[in-house]
């Protein structure tokens, strides 16, 4: 599920098709500025020029997979107490698309996924025929033996998943088929979508995968949550 090119956030937040996940791996290393720091954290400033949210006061990133799997299992009741809030309540379904929309940016910018893989390490993405036909004709296999080789039916969803994990085409924490890859990992992990207050369930279970969903959701946990009724 891994990327390593960058991309324009903004244009591929406007579709809900073909999302990549280059956004997630703009690595701020590079250039000396990670705002970033494991399990401590470090505050979110935006970059210049852009609207400056009052979220950047206080939210900190948490960037380590085994202190977000913790936090994650500790916070399960609240998370879900928030997603009942979230369905329930009468906020706008745009507005809150927006925020997170607006959270997801500013997430992705500041975490470099390569450090982490672990969706790729513990998630079956459902891959559709034409993954199938796409990821065989890249490995210059058959489609029958590109699935004896990898997949396995899934009989929850319709399409196959690789039968093991983490993903075989993982190599160092990247995707060595990233071009070609599933088109649920290009869509992982699906915060960029419409109708986020449908798809909450997902994004609760995802916290304890992926460290941008984690942070997503909590910061989304202080934005909206202090509307709730006293």
Same mark, same amino acid.
């Given at each position: 599920m891994l990327a390593t090119k960058a991309f324009n956030a903004d244009s591929d937040l406007e579709s809900d098709s073909g999302h990549p996940l280059n956004l997630h791996f703009r690595n701020k290393k590079k250039n000396g500025n990670s705002l970033t720091s494991g399990s401590t954290g470090s505050p979110i400033n935006p970059a210049p020029g852009e609207p400056y949210r009052s979220a950047f006061r206080y939210m900190r990133l948490e960037t380590d997979i085994k202190r977000i799997q913790q936090l994650a299992q500790q916070r399960e009741e609240a998370n879900w107490a928030f997603r009942c809030f979230l369905k329930g309540s009468d906020l706008s379904i745009r507005g809150i698309d927006f925020t997170v929309h607006d959270l997801y940016r500013e997430v992705s910018r500041e975490i470099d996924c390569t450090n982490c893989a672990n969706c790729c390490k513990t998630v079956h993405p459902v891959l559709k025929p034409a993954d199938v036909r796409r990821l065989a004709k890249h490995l210059e296999l058959s489609v029958? /033996?590109? !699935?004896? *080789?990898?997949? @396995?039916?899934? +009989? /929850? !969803? /319709?399409? &196959?998943? $690789? *039968?093991?994990? +983490?993903? +075989? $085409?993982?190599?160092?924490?990247?995707?060595?088929?990233?071009?070609? !890859?599933?088109?649920?990992? *290009? &869509?992982? +992990?699906?915060?960029?979508? *419409?109708?986020?207050?449908? !798809?909450? &369930?997902? @994004? $609760?279970?995802?916290?304890?995968?992926?460290p941008i969903v984690f942070n997503v959701y909590e910061q989304l946990k202080r934005e909206l949550w202090r509307q709730r009724p006293r």
């Open positions: 029958n /033996e590109f !699935r004896s *080789r990898f997949l @396995a039916d899934n +009989p /929850e !969803r /319709e399409g &196959s998943v $690789f *039968r093991n994990l +983490p993903c +075989p $085409f993982l190599q160092d924490n990247l995707c060595t088929v990233y071009d070609h !890859r599933p088109s649920d990992c *290009r &869509s992982y +992990p699906h915060l960029y979508k *419409r109708d986020f207050v449908f !798809r909450i &369930s997902q @994004a $609760f279970s995802n916290c304890s995968v992926c």
